[in-house]
């Protein structure tokens, strides 16, 4: 068996954003950028673009607050954890139900999406692997 | 991470011809919205989106889209869809979208 | 006098990468993503690239601890402020003083530039005006 | 995010003609080092960079062609810049690196 170099070991990537529209398509960027650092196809490298674009969706859709949303990239050889997480009242965290679009999206692209809340954090964890990775 | 949006009404067809240009977020889709309001107030017809230039398209997008089916369809009319980049049409078959509007490669 | 609807109030945008040289490119691109929303010209938004790029590569010359850059991008409708901080050794903090050039970019780039030293923390404070702004 | 680097020996000119595609900063820089290095000591003759393609450089990759410069000049070779980008060309310019390489416009 041969050992192999990891390159990424929990590197960990954050970008915060306030919570404005015009703020995703920065992070859409960054988010492409990370992901084919990583490795990831130009198809992957699009999936996750659009699922964290989209988690950022949900909570500008719901959120009343303002606070920022934050971003977290973990890094590994052959996958990329990612956290979206924002502070959300109760009232907002209600009508955050309703959106099922986004969310549908992004369970769609994403190979294991989970959803928290935690004492008026709200966060959003996905999981996207890197499918074509050698044996 | 800007839209434009080119309207123009086909006489010979009798269609709405709607080319966005840029990325149908978040952000743009309010404007987008409004000026698809606009033009279905102005005239209902079909209409056509031509996304040779479309770039992205997002849930709120979507949304927008579905949203003037709706009121399109009370009138018997319908919203076709051309052009569209493999990214986008992506977006349509997962969301299974791709049935409620008529798609043309 | 009118008064002028503020569009941008000190808003914060923050990114965070590991100490490798590969992320760099990372942070130019979503300086440049950021910069280009606060509505700079292109050839202001090349500076702003090229200035927070040098300082990360300054930090990422002389330094031997194992901490993330953070980067934070304070936004204001007529300029930018930009902080780079690292956590740096006394040691790392000496070999930096050699790096002239990167330095020297960053002077020739942006209106102001500011070197801080506090307590184990290096900060770099950087502000770049929008010059064509309507008086 | 990467560099390619083309590297040929001009018979005719006697000079070597690099040709580095894409962007030239800390991550890219030892490897562009280390071929300069090679062809130098392969065969001292004067240098060609051609910047066509070269999207970006930084004050690492700067100090790479300053130091491969060094060693030319031990021999009174010399290296040329042409073809580079205004957003490259700012940066000779800036750092006065544009009196002291060859740079034809
Ligand atoms: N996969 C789907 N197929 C058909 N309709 C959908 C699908 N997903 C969401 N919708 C509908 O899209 C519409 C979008 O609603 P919304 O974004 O709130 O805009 P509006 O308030 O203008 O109707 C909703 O009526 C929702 O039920
Ligand atoms: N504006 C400048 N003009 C001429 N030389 C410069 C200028 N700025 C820096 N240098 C020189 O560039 C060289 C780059 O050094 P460095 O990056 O440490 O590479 P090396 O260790 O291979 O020489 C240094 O010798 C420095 O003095």
Redesign the pocket.
């Known amino acids: 068996m041969s050992e192999k170099l990891k390159i990424y070991d929990n590197d960990n990537i954050k970008i915060s954003i306030p919570n404005k529209p015009e703020f995703v398509g920065v992070v859409r960027l960054t988010t492409s950028a990370i992901s084919n650092r990583l490795g990831f196809n130009i198809e992957e490298i699009d999936d996750i673009k659009v699922a964290v674009a989209e988690a950022c969706t949900i909570i500008l859709e719901s959120q009343l607050t303002n606070t920022n949303i934050d971003i977290e990239y973990i890094l590994n050889d052959n996958e990329m954890t990612i956290f979206v997480r924002s502070e959300i009242s109760e009232q907002d965290n209600e009508q955050l139900a309703?959106?099922?679009?986004g969310l549908?999206i992004i369970k769609s692209l994403m190979n294991e999406v989970e959803m928290k809340d935690d004492s008026g954090i709200k966060e959003l964890k996905m999981i996207k692997r890197i499918e074509d990775v050698a044996q | 991470m800007a839209l434009e949006v080119i309207k123009n009404f086909n006489d010979e067809n009798q269609c709405w011809i709607i080319k966005p240009t840029g990325e149908l977020d978040i952000y743009t889709s309010p404007n987008f919205?409004e000026i698809l309001n606009e033009i279905i107030e102005e005239k209902r017809a079909d209409i056509t989106i031509d996304g040779e230039k479309l770039e992205y398209i997002d849930?709120?997008g979507?949304?927008?889209l579905?949203?003037a089916l709706?009121k399109l369809k009370e009138n018997e009319h319908n919203i076709k869809i051309i052009n569209i980049k493999a990214n986008i049409k992506k977006l349509f078959n997962i969301?299974?979208?791709n049935?409620?509007f008529i798609i043309k490669e």
Chains 1, 3 share one sequence.
Do not use: H, Q, R
């Not at chain 1, 309703?98 to 679009?101: A, D």
């Open positions: 309703e959106k099922g679009l549908f | 919205k849930s709120t979507l949304g927008v579905i949203s709706k969301t299974g979208l049935k409620v």
